[in-house]
């Protein structure tokens, strides 16, 4: 998969910021990172579950955000196939397995020994061989992920506007008190 890489440009709101404290405006700015951060999270498990038909929570426990350091951040997405009991409620059927919305025809689960575990399906015409169903989502998800990173830019703008408003309300609050 390519790296993605987001760049913003917050001269817009350096102005604003330049009344405050040092420590003020990187307070702003980590809790701007870590709610955009929280956004494409929410945003990219939207994206990729209308694509995928893969459940949001799955989606989301697959995404992970970082703080690289005070001023930057980082979004990381597992692409690697997610295994079938995964995608919802398991139910046997006639001709196989269904979980969530997908069917698998010719699976099964081991119902004494992992009630809840995998399901599984023969990988050739002899018994043995068998395999751990999976869904292969990298083609439908990584657009997806990308359309959410596309929108980023407009929403840490607006997160910054809000905390360094927030920010500013405060110092105002404590001079208002200090008197």
């Excluded at 697959?62 to 690289?68: E, I, Q, V």
């Excluded at 840490?156 to 404590?174: C, D, P, W």
Aim: proline share 3%; glycine share 8%; net charge positive.
């Amino acid at each position: 998969m390519d790296r993605l890489t987001v760049e913003v440009d917050v001269r817009g709101v350096t102005a604003a910021l330049a009344g405050l404290s040092s420590a003020a405006m990187q307070a702003a700015w980590r809790r701007t990172l870590r709610k955009t951060a929280a956004w494409i999270k929410s945003r990219t498990g939207k994206e990729v579950s209308a694509a995928t038909k893969i459940p949001q929570k799955v989606i989301r426990s697959r995404t992970y955000f970082f703080l690289r350091s005070a001023d930057t951040g980082k979004v990381w997405l597992g692409l690697n196939p997610v295994e079938a009991h995964r995608l919802g409620t398991v139910t046997g059927t006639r001709k196989g397995m269904r979980a969530g919305r997908n069917t698998f025809e010719g699976a099964w689960r081991q119902t004494k020994a992992k009630p809840d575990g995998p399901i599984y399906r023969r990988t050739g015409k002899a018994r043995t061989p068998f395999e751990v169903v999976t869904v292969d989502w990298s083609k439908s998800g990584d657009p997806a992920f990308r359309r959410a990173a596309q929108m980023c830019e407009a929403r840490l703008m607006t997160i910054l506007k809000q905390e360094v408003n927030y920010e500013m309300q405060k110092a105002m609050g404590k001079a208002k008190h200090a008197r």
